[in-house]
């Protein structure tokens, strides 16, 4: 005989063991045929984009964006999501330039292990208190932002010696941006971590069905609180990128990266509605977006119109991804 807890561990498991459908095989395709179609079209309007420097400059321009939405990514698998990250690397950055000069070597990794404690801390909060991460996040925007404008004196606070964080920004073989081989190696490890363990079926489960996830015993609490420390450690890390590369740290620094991140993780495929997707995926949309900003440029449209593409963007792209099986009513 059966039980509930039994019978939702099957639901829960066949929901994330089975096979993709064809329509899920075509929607992981589309984000490598539009990162193709854009490398085409800038190739056509500009020729000079094909050479090696061009192309390293994208990637290099893709890299704090990819570390930032990689950690997202894991909340939105989870299905929650995080407004926080891009407020949380400003105020990483602001911390940064402050301790560098007294903690040196120190102070990048403090900042990264501060953001994670502030990522968990808004897990925590979502979880224990049972407030929407839209909530918890958006308030935590605003705490974010307002505690960098605070420390900072609402200015750019510059980098006098960047020795310790310099690895963030130059060229490995001469060639090769160090930022663009950090952010694969952050994705690669948090692949890596996820595929051999079992927080790949633990994190699709819950982001596809909490409550059989929850029957099934995996420790969904957990699960969230974790993604969101991840997805904080990887905003204090994106903001060590940017502070590398601007020798500076600022309370608004990173604010416009928030829309370009939701947009990386939607157009790489992954469910907002949690549960499908992947880290690699976003790496894809992260180049997309960059592409869609260096296309922007090249044809000679204001930047200003930025955010109306991006926000076009995202509506096209959960339209695309959204799993209506799991949202009987839309509100």
């Not at 997202?72 to 949380?88: E, F, H, K, P, R």
């Not at 991140?261 to 949309?285: L, M």
């Amino acid at each position: 005989m059966s039980t509930p807890a039994s019978t939702a561990k099957r639901s829960g498991s066949a929901a994330v063991a089975a096979g993709p459908t064809a329509a899920e095989r075509l929607t992981s395709l589309m984000p490598v045929l539009a990162l193709a179609v854009l490398v085409v079209a800038l190739a056509a309007a500009d020729p000079d984009f094909l050479r090696r420097s061009s192309l390293m400059a994208v990637v290099d321009a893709a890299a704090p964006l990819a570390v930032l939405a990689a950690g997202a990514t894991l909340v939105v698998l989870c299905g929650g999501i995080d407004l926080s990250i891009a407020a949380l690397a400003s105020l990483s950055s602001v911390l940064l330039a402050l301790w560098l000069p007294g903690l040196d070597a120190l102070a990048w990794p403090a900042v990264v292990a501060v953001a994670a404690v502030a990522g968990a801390l808004q897990g925590a909060a979502h979880v224990f208190l049972r407030i929407p991460s839209f909530i918890v996040t958006l308030g935590g925007m605003s705490v974010f932002s307002s505690i960098a404008l605070v420390v900072s004196g609402a200015a750019t606070v510059p980098v006098v010696d960047d020795t310790s964080i310099r690895w963030g920004f130059s060229r490995v073989l001469g060639t090769v941006p160090s930022a663009a081989v950090v952010a694969v190696v952050v994705v690669a490890v948090l692949a890596l971590i996820v595929k051999v363990t079992p927080l790949d079926s633990s994190i699709k489960a819950t982001g596809y069905s909490e409550a059989a996830a929850r029957l099934a015993g995996i420790p969904v609490d957990l699960v969230k609180i974790g993604a969101f420390c991840v997805s904080g450690a990887c905003a204090g890390l994106a903001a060590v990128l940017l502070v590398a590369r601007t020798f500076s740290g600022g309370p608004t620094l990173a604010d416009s990266l928030l829309l370009p991140a939701v947009a990386a993780i939607v157009i790489g495929g992954t469910a907002i509605t949690g549960g499908h997707g992947g880290v690699w995926r976003t790496v894809v949309g992260a180049l997309v977006v960059t592409l869609l900003r260096v296309g922007l440029s090249i044809v000679g449209v204001s930047a200003a119109y930025e955010s109306i593409l991006y926000g076009a963007i995202i509506v096209v792209a959960v339209a695309l991804t959204l799993d209506r099986s799991k949202v009987l009513v839309v509100k």
